[in-house]
């Protein structure tokens, strides 16, 4: 999810509600962290998370573990499995 902002009244209000704002995007992440199906075999957990930077408030889902970038892009010798871009609708 992205949101565009067009004005700087909309940027300063963004920043007034950023605590909201993130509380909102943490949703929207752990709802794509439970979409992600890494393979049975692998020890990866999937997590979200969100805070407020001096950029605005963010959020971020994904996994991680051991293998957790060969499973997501592949190797020379296996193919991507696409876990995280697949929970995200995008392959």
């Known amino acids: 999810m992205r949101l565009h902002l067009h004005s700087d009244a909309g940027e300063r209000l963004l ?3 950023a605590p909201e704002v993130a ?3 943490h949703e929207h992440a752990t709802r794509i962290a439970g979409r ?3 393979p ?3 020890e ?3 997590f979200a998370f969100s805070g407020v930077s001096d950029r605005g408030p963010y959020a971020q889902a994904g996994m991680r573990g051991p ?5 997501e892009f ?3 010798t296996s193919p991507p499995q696409a876990s995280v871009r ?3 609708g995008g392959a």
Do not use: F, M, W
């Open 86 to 88: 697949r929970a995200l």
């Open 44 to 46: 990866l957990e999937t």
């Open 67 to 71: 293998g957790a970038v060969a499973i």
């Open 74 to 76: 592949g190797t020379r």
């Open 40 to 42: 049975a075999s692998a």
């Open 36 to 38: 992600i199906r890494p």
């Open 15 to 17: 920043q007034e509600q």
């Open 23 to 25: 509380a909102a995007l």
